[in-house]
């Protein structure tokens, strides 16, 4: 009995202050040219994937909305983040680029980097703490 206690009281220790340094993310995408399809936004960790969807530290996809629309990241730890967002005009989950390059769907990044070629992690790069943080990214066609 003794034994699952002690067991149960270093488990709470260790979690609690983890569950604690949790926060959360609002995305504000703007820009949005009409409804059609969805808007995809992948929240990455790490440089290494960065833009490559399947690997993301979390994907969030709503309907798209004329203007602006607003995603959240619950549950998050504090950390390092790049976001890549798109209008996935015709709903088929992916970015669709001319001559696999150029996106011929609405794009952005945070930080709104100026980029040529394919966008690096650290140009979008932004760190989050323990309080509740916004961001806002163009959606550019």
Not at 13 to 18: D, I, L, N, R, Y
Not at 49 to 77: C, D, H, N, W, Y
Request: charged share 20%; no cysteine.
């Amino acid at each position: 009995m003794i034994s699952h206690l002690l067991a149960f009281l270093i488990t709470a220790t260790a979690v609690g202050p983890v569950l604690a340094q949790q926060t959360t993310l609002d995305v504000d995408l703007t820009g949005i040219r009409h409804a059609n399809g969805t808007v995809r936004v992948g929240l990455y960790q790490d440089p290494k994937t960065f833009r490559q969807e399947a690997k993301a530290f979390a994907i969030r996809e709503l309907a798209a909305t004329s203007g602006t629309v607003t995603v959240s990241f619950g549950a998050l730890p504090p950390g390092r983040y790049a976001i890549m967002a798109y209008h996935d005009e015709d709903g088929n989950g992916e970015l669709n680029r001319r001559f696999g390059m150029f996106p011929t769907e609405g794009y952005g990044l945070s930080n709104d980097p100026t980029v040529s070629g394919p966008p690096a992690f650290e140009d979008s790069a932004f760190d989050v703490g323990a309080d509740p943080a916004s961001i806002s990214i163009a959606i550019r066609y």
